[in-house]
């Protein structure tokens, strides 16, 4: 117990040092690609501009500079926190992504708990009975379910429940709380309409994607000798299935929900720009168009950041689920 | 399908009377982009200037067709050839009570060159001012550097501040953070502001103490929604009572819908083809060994001819654009009547042209454009290219994301490529002078002239009508510089986009020819 104690802080030091690495090679490679794009100068100023005019907005944003000369301020800046202004607001890019994030998580958080809550039940249902035709069902809707473009169950979405049923509202957040600096749509019934259909969207995908890995891993775990033995021990099947069943088929389930939870905060954008939901995914899109490097490489590296932590988290959660990841740690 | 329809009727009706009856004057806008800031002179950008102009005044406006029109200035006029006195309306007020004075138009103009990290700084419209001052509290006498008929155009661009509401300790006064946040938004517009989330609404609601006619709207709200079929999914449904640029594949539908109506302007931004001039040879056009055929001007004709105008405006473009032979709307200054109707489609002719100039098999050329800029603009290069293919030039259309493709234009890459050019100030001498003027970037003359067109009687035309008061001398002068571009064929216009909205039924618009979304100008039919 004492020797792992000291391995885990190892494992997690060693985690972030890879973290850093990654960033610093992927800000390389978002540089050089944003400066081999073309000049941020001319997708901000105004055509009318002299020459002088543009040359003036290059030297105060710094893009009179080589490229390796940029990069190095940058970096400099970087370590210090400082990972400059948007070239097009002239706000801290940091803040601009920090101002945003809590929409997209909100979204994502609300859409994962609605996939795991959906597709975990009905994945066990399929896996059990897997001739049953109530499990037919399900399988052939979970390959809908992921096949479809997300941009297009969201505009059926739109069309149906906004549009055709007048039910629910078609963009925005609605009503929302503060929560000290952080303003949520959950803590209000107009909030939760808002919510609703992106919500949907985003998680219905999510949702097949969860089924078919928990069929898969209870198919796998059903005619393993414990659950025989526990069956012919006369245990109670509610027994057998919360008990032995689930905390077996929850290692790939935790990794799947993991990485798609990563996938969808930084990469919500599909979702965010069909329901104009005001989150960080907009951003990067509306900063990519307009070759607004700041905020591009900012988000990036904090988007590889969470990441790796997101990693962490379901390594540790390993560990904690399954005794043998617990060993090989330590060996 | 009729069951849909019916449907989809029956349920829009209802929730309009929902929304009438809930909320009688609001007014919600879908907007394609939320602004980069709400300094009022942080950056000259549609999505700025278009809230900005809710809240702030102008001395002079724009009409929704670029006439100008007096503003927090009744009246003005020029007392020597350098020298402008605008005389103050005395009955306007900011939206905190406190009166307009001469002081706060000389802050206004004042604070122009101090605001930091602009991308496109307001100076573009102030560069040939020498000095604004008070003559008294209600005359604002303005020296420009040399005669320069425009000055009143460029003016309509500067919203003017409050001195007591946007000073600082910073030099420029109340800095762009601080605007942002919402401090220091006097105006004597409209409208005044209330609150803004950054990718989401901005509110504002009626300025009680605004000088003209109330607004019809207690509360209007800017909601950006860059995805064109979800701002008509919150239209259909709505969520939103207005919006901008509805998908062209959608218009038809939209106008025959009996629970919308459509909004649309004159046109002021032509779409055009710009041809390599500069000499020989040139990189798109391969297989003719030292030579540019481009520098023929039988060959420009030909490209010219080849087009149908008319096809494109009408199916590639949905109808929402003008076929023309012009670089300006006509009743524009210096627009010409004979040249606005397109020319009509000739593939003989063209065909005898290029045989004529020795191009009896046609020549190879690649088309360049920008795929995401101006509106279809990507499909629009296409239907050309194989108009062009058709009269025996073989045309390949290299479509690029924005950035790349001005990127390459800057460098000089393209034989030809299609662009377009916004005037926002209803005068030819901006558009020739930056399309066709001779390249001196540092002059501000041939900032967009990729093809590198140059004539120097054109340019000395030019120079004298920019030099000339007189409105209508000058108007010649820009008439005759524009019938000597076109009839030389150095630029081939295409059309111009028409700014489209579409709005639920009872409201109107009057659409504006420079794409500004005004909620002052939107009516509601009691």
């Known amino acids: 117990m004492r020797k792992k104690d000291r391995q885990v802080p190892v494992f997690i030091i060693n985690r972030l040092f890879q973290a850093i690495g990654v960033i610093l090679v992927m800000s390389v490679l978002v540089f050089v690609g944003l400066y081999l794009i073309g000049d941020p100068t001319s997708m901000l100023v105004s055509p009318e501009a002299t020459e002088i005019e543009r040359q003036a907005l290059r030297k105060a944003l710094g893009l009179d500079q080589s490229i390796w000369v940029q990069y190095l301020t940058f970096l400099g800046n970087a370590v210090h926190g400082d990972f400059g202004r948007s070239f097009l607001t002239g706000q801290p890019a940091l803040q601009l992504i920090v101002e945003r994030m809590p929409a997209t998580v909100e979204l994502v958080v609300v859409a994962m708990t609605f996939s795991v809550v959906v597709g975990v039940p009905l994945g066990i249902l399929a896996g059990l009975r897997p001739k049953a035709p109530s499990s037919k069902a399900i399988m052939t809707g979970s390959i809908l379910g992921f096949s479809l473009p997300n941009f297009w169950i969201g505009l059926m979405l739109i069309m149906l429940f906004a549009v055709y049923l007048g039910i629910l509202p078609a963009s925005a957040r609605g009503e929302t709380v503060n929560v000290g600096p952080v303003a949520l749509s959950i803590l209000t019934l107009d909030g939760w309409r808002h919510l609703a259909l992106p919500a949907l969207t985003l998680g219905l995908a999510k949702a097949a994607l969860i089924i078919r890995v928990t069929r898969a891993a209870t198919r796998e775990v059903l005619p393993m000798d414990y659950i025989k033995f526990a069956r012919a021990k006369g245990l109670r099947p509610s027994r057998i299935l919360n008990v032995h069943l689930l905390k077996n088929i929850l290692i790939p389930i935790v990794t799947v929900a993991g990485l798609e939870f990563g996938q969808a905060i930084a990469f919500a954008v599909v979702t965010e720009s069909v329901f104009s939901w005001p989150g960080m995914g907009k951003l990067l899109i509306d900063s990519i168009i307009t070759l607004d490097r700041p905020v591009v490489v900012a988000y990036l590296v904090m988007m590889v950041f969470f990441l790796v932590i997101l990693n962490l988290v379901i390594d540790i959660l390993y560990m904690a689920i399954d005794p043998s990841a617990r060993e090989k740690v330590r060996d | ?423 926002s100030t209803g005068e030819m001498s901006t558009t020739l002078r930056s399309l066709v003027g001779t390249r001196e970037p540092s002059k501000g003359s041939g900032t967009s002239n990729g093809g590198r067109y140059s004539n120097p009687e054109l340019d000395a035309l030019l120079d004298k009508a920019s030099a000339t008061m007189d409105d209508k001398a000058r108007k010649e002068l820009l008439q005759k510089a524009d019938e000597m571009v076109l009839s030389d064929y150095g630029i081939i216009p295409v059309h111009f986009e028409v700014p489209v909205w579409a709005l639920r039924k009872g409201l109107s618009y009057a659409a504006r020819a420079d794409q500004y979304t005004l909620p002052q100008d939107v009516t509601s039919a009691k």
């Open chain 2, 1 to 423: 399908m009729n069951f849909v329809k019916t449907r989809l009727a029956a349920s829009a009706a209802f929730l309009l009377m929902g929304a009438l009856s809930l909320s009688a004057a609001d007014l919600k806008i879908g907007v394609k982009s939320e602004p980069s800031s709400l300094d009022p002179q942080f950056h000259v950008l549609v999505p700025n200037m278009q809230v900005t102009f809710a809240m702030f005044d102008p001395l002079v406006m724009m009409d929704p067709k670029l006439v100008p029109q007096p503003a927090l200035a009744a009246s003005w006029k020029a007392t020597s050839d350098t020298v402008w006195e605008f005389s103050l309306r005395k009955d306007a007020k900011f939206s905190d009570g406190s009166p307009l004075t001469a002081d706060d138009v000389v802050f206004t103009f004042d604070r122009i060159p101090k605001v930091p990290n602009s991308p496109t700084a307001f100076t573009l419209f102030t560069r040939q001012i020498a000095k604004v001052e008070a003559a008294d509290a209600h005359t604002v006498r303005i020296t420009t550097k040399q005669p320069y008929p425009l000055l009143v155009t460029d003016i309509a661009n500067l919203p003017i501040l409050s001195k007591a509401a946007a000073s600082g300790p910073a030099p420029e006064g109340k800095t762009t953070v601080e605007f942002n946040r919402g401090e220091g938004l006097v105006g004597t517009g409209p409208f005044k502001f209330v609150s803004w989330q950054k990718g989401a609404d901005l509110v504002l609601e009626r300025n009680p103490n605004y000088w003209g006619k109330p607004a019809a709207w207690d509360k209007v709200i800017y909601r950006p929604m860059t995805n064109p079929a979800a701002r008509a999914a919150a239209l259909l449904s709505g969520d939103i009572d207005m919006m901008e640029d509805p998908p062209t594949t959608d218009l038809e539908q939209f106008k025959t819908n009996p629970k919308l109506s459509v909004a649309e302007a004159p046109g002021t931004r032509i779409v055009y083809i710009a041809l390599d001039q500069k000499g020989e040879p040139s990189p798109g056009i391969p297989g003719q060994g030292n030579k540019n055929p481009l520098m023929d001007k039988r060959v420009r004709e030909a490209l010219s001819l080849a087009i149908d105008r008319k096809a494109i405006a009408e199916r590639v473009m949905g109808g929402v654009a003008v076929a023309t032979g012009d670089l300006l709307p006509e009743p524009m200054f210096g627009a010409v009547k004979a040249r606005q109707a397109a020319p009509a489609v000739d593939t003989a002719k063209a065909k005898a042209l290029l045989a004529e100039a020795g191009y009896p098999n046609g020549f190879q050329i690649t088309l360049g454009t920008p795929n995401g800029r101006y509106v279809n603009d990507a499909r629009v290069a296409q239907t050309i290219a194989a108009m062009w293919t058709r009269a025996g030039v073989k045309a390949e259309v290299a479509a690029a994301a924005p950035p790349v493709f001005f990127k390459s234009r800057d460098n000089f890459e393209y034989s030809a490529y299609l662009a377009a050019w916004g005037n």
